[in-house]
């Protein structure tokens, strides 16, 4: 086991709806983007630059290595491509049969790193950014704008004054995408129009003290977080109310829902965010079994 994976702290049983964390597999650099698809965990790792399936068993595989590239938000186009955030460069790529292109360009519109993704079933995709150089520069946030591509791969400005937009779901009708500002420390909302593009802004939530980061929506009305703030997740409902809490033996970053009945909860941790994460190994996806199985997307 790679350093920093320890027994996961004791947990109140009050915060708690079914099980303990269990580790599914460590060696993580630092791990993001996680989605279940095909039967088996895919995630990508910023500093292995590197895109990962893990089955329940914990079997690794290598889909996909960029070199020099940091990966982040995963998706599928309806043709079964995949989508890959592209950070640094600010891209989105598709991949078909290994063959990896551009599908957009999103240089005009994020002002720094890309982040997380969130890709409709229509094939339109939404992506986040960090907004300003958040590592040299943590004093002067800065808001951000969401891109939206197209399925041809045209982008778009959506939303702005976003403080750090980062994991989105899309409700399960399709009419809504829910957005986790990071340094907002909220849930925002917007209407989805027959085109995909996002209207006004809405609150869906907010959770004051925490950095809400990746996210997941369950059948049950709830978003479980991955807390940037502090080590853990969170399930939240829309107008604020916390429901579940369970604590992490390292920071939270990202969890998704998943498994055969959609009611494991993964959940990817790291020691920290920063660049000397790299070359680590030390982060982990942990699983846990809750109430309700994932609805909509991703």
Do not use: K
């Not at 088996?40 to 329940?56: C, E, G, H, N, P």
């Amino acid at each position: 086991m790679a350093g920093g994976c320890n027994t996961p702290p004791a947990m109140d049983a009050s915060e708690v709806i079914v099980s303990e964390l269990e580790l599914l597999v460590d060696g993580l650099d630092f791990g993001e983007g996680p989605r279940w698809h095909d039967g088996r965990l895919w995630y990508s790792d910023f500093y292995q630059s590197r895109v990962y399936a893990v089955s329940a068993l914990g079997e690794r595989e290598t889909i996909l290595d960029l070199g020099t590239e940091q990966p982040s938000g995963l998706g599928w186009l309806p043709d079964g491509s995949l989508l890959v955030v592209a950070m640094t460069t600010r891209r989105v790529l598709r991949v078909v049969d290994g063959d990896v292109t551009v599908h957009a360009d999103l240089s005009e519109i994020a002002t720094w790193h890309c982040n997380d993704m969130v890709v409709a079933a229509d094939g339109t995709a939404y992506v986040g950014n960090f907004g300003w150089d958040i590592e040299h520069d943590r004093g002067h946030p800065r808001s951000a704008t969401l891109a939206v591509i197209g399925q041809d791969g045209a982008v778009e400005p959506g939303p702005d004054d976003l403080l750090f937009p980062n994991g989105s779901v899309i409700t399960p009708d399709g009419d809504t995408l829910i957005v986790a500002e990071t340094f907002g420390a909220r849930f925002s909302a917007f209407a989805l129009d027959a085109d995909g593009r996002p209207g006004e802004r809405r609150e869906w939530a907010s959770v004051p003290g925490t950095a809400p980061d990746g996210c997941t929506l369950d059948s049950g009305g709830g978003i479980w977080f991955a807390d940037a703030a502090g080590s853990g997740v969170v399930r939240v409902l829309e107008g604020g109310t916390v429901t579940d809490r369970i604590p992490t033996p390292q920071p939270a970053y990202a969890c998704t829902l998943g498994g055969d009945d959609g009611q494991t909860l993964f959940v990817l941790t790291a020691p920290g965010a920063g660049s000397d994460r790299a070359g680590s190994g030390d982060g982990c996806i942990w699983t846990t079994l809750v109430e309700h199985p994932g609805a909509g997307l991703p």
